[in-house]
């Protein structure tokens, strides 16, 4: 019995070693230091309660992008084909969000369910963290227009280098949210000839690399499976699978 015991605290605490740690931490900071512990705990506290603030208001923002806004708007304003347009866009969302750095990755997520490109994402959440409005105002109260102005133009600047750096190193299919693609729709690589015509059909659904057809995003809707419906029909080699585990799938 002792044993097993043993064996089930071993298993909570593999389970919850970040909460172990931290509470171990704090235990030899109060041994150690106690009033470093209380401020400690303070900020904890704090930043928790702002969480607790923030994070509902973002809650809703996600979910209105998710079920009203319509995917095509988040395309072509942020999509990868909004070019010059779209990086504007994102910088101007960036820069008059409000609300801590970590808000942002929820709303990005969302956007990027909907359509948005990673390049874009990067110059949202880039420009969310170091050049928000009232961010700015600030700056230039305490370190003079002229400081604000230039130190702009250059975090513009580079954050738009970065984010096309990003945006050719990084495809939507290396993301953590996108491994579902290759459990519902697949391309075998074997059978695919490179002629692209599910590429030309759907270019939202499919890209080319290295002469073969490759999924970038999976269907979402019942119109979207219609559509990856037809370009596995039209595909002459069969090479395009779709693993039906959504009965509203149309046969």
């Not at 050719?168 to 290396?174: A, G, N, S, Y």
């Not at 599910?198 to 809707?221: F, G, R, T």
Request: glycine share 6%.
């Amino acid at each position: 019995m002792r044993i097993g015991l043993i064996k089930k605290m071993n298993s909570i605490i593999r389970k919850n070693r970040l909460i172990v740690l931290v509470t171990l931490v704090y235990s030899a900071l109060f041994i150690l230091s106690p009033d470093k512990a209380i401020k400690s705990i303070e900020n904890s506290v704090y930043y928790l309660l702002e969480m607790l603030q923030v994070l509902p208001v973002i809650f809703l923002f996600t979910v209105v992008i998710e079920a009203l806004i319509p995917k095509e708007m988040i395309m072509r304003g942020f999509g990868e084909k909004s070019g010059l347009k779209g990086n504007l866009l994102a910088l101007l969302l960036g820069s008059i969000s409000a609300g801590p750095i970590y808000a942002a990755f929820p709303i990005s997520k969302a956007l990027l369910g909907k359509g948005a490109s990673i390049s874009n994402i990067v110059i949202i959440l880039s420009s969310w963290a170091v050049i928000k409005v009232p961010m700015l105002a600030n700056e230039a109260k305490f370190l003079s227009i002229h400081f604000m102005i230039v130190r702009w133009m250059l975090t513009v600047l580079a954050i738009f280098v970065m984010a096309n750096i990003t945006g050719m190193l990084v495809k939507k299919k290396d993301l953590p949210a996108e491994e579902a693609i290759v459990k519902s729709l697949e391309i075998r690589e074997g059978y695919c000839i490179g002629c692209g015509i599910c590429v030309k059909m759907h270019p939202d659904y499919y890209e080319m690399k290295d002469n073969k057809a490759l999924v970038i995003k999976a269907p979402e809707s019942k119109e979207a499976l219609k559509m990856i419906h037809a370009s596995i029909e039209k595909c002459p080699s069969k090479a395009i699978i779709f693993n039906n585990e959504n009965e509203d799938y149309p046969q």
